[in-house]
T-cell receptor
């Protein structure tokens, strides 16, 4: 059974804090993604990675960075959290785009920045 | 820029009815489309996909239709059940074919 695991379901952080959101997948997938989900806006792509140590900006990378030191782990970093980064964050993984590009999602991390 | 949209943010149906959820996409070069279902408190889950060389694909109680001429995608759910209540997202591959771009979602409510 495929699994994408996000380390926290809920997080509350203060403005200015450095925040790490962790995601691990056990499917040996090359591609990993971070999206944020907001009411009325759907899912928006923040960053993705197609290989270890590789990263690509998505549609809304400002205020975020990522780290992919191991194939199974993809971290999203908020260098200095702000209230407009309060959101649901979703991690996903998939095989390379030459194969089936269905993405498998984690449960999500609801981050509140106060 | 690329965008994937849905015609209606909400859809309410009676149990047993057929549901149709629509989606318009903008990237005419997209060759892969997916429908996801997201239940409350969960991440999106794959329902069905279709490639651009097809115009129809059927699954269990679900059918996806693709009209490339007007860049329109739809999800049909037969005999809708209360368990089908969720937010439904369409998604297409981005220009580079490296990531999925999602629409804003349609909330389906099924009443008994």
């Amino acid at each position: 059974d495929v699994k994408v695991t996000q380390s926290s379901r809920y997080l509350v952080k203060r403005t200015g804090e450095k925040v790490f959101l962790e995601c691990v997948q056990d499917m040996d997938h090359e591609n990993m993604f971070w999206y944020r989900q907001d009411p009325g806006l759907g899912l928006r792509l923040i960053y993705f990675s197609y290989d270890v140590k590789m990263k690509e900006k998505g549609d809304i990378p400002e205020g975020y960075s990522v780290s992919r030191e191991k194939k199974e782990r993809f971290s999203l970093i908020l260098e200095s959290a702000s209230t407009n980064q309060t959101s649901m964050y979703l991690c996903a993984s998939s095989l390379p785009d030459s194969d089936n590009t269905e993405a498998f999602f984690g449960q999500g991390t609801r981050l509140t920045v106060v | 820029g690329e965008s994937v949209g849905l015609h209606l943010p909400t859809l309410s149906v009676q149990e047993g009815d057929n549901s149709i959820i629509n989606c318009a996409y903008s990237n005419s070069a997209s060759d892969y489309f997916i429908w996801y279902k997201q239940e409350s408190g969960k991440g999106p889950q794959f329902i069905i996909d279709i490639r651009s060389n097809m115009d129809k694909r059927q699954g269990q109680r679900v059918t996806v239709l693709l009209n490339k001429t007007v860049k329109h995608l739809s999800l049909q759910i037969a005999a809708t059940q209360p368990g089908d209540s969720a937010v439904y997202f369409c998604a297409e591959t981005n220009q580079a074919g490296t990531a999925l771009i999602f629409g804003k979602g349609t909330t389906l409510s099924v009443s008994s």
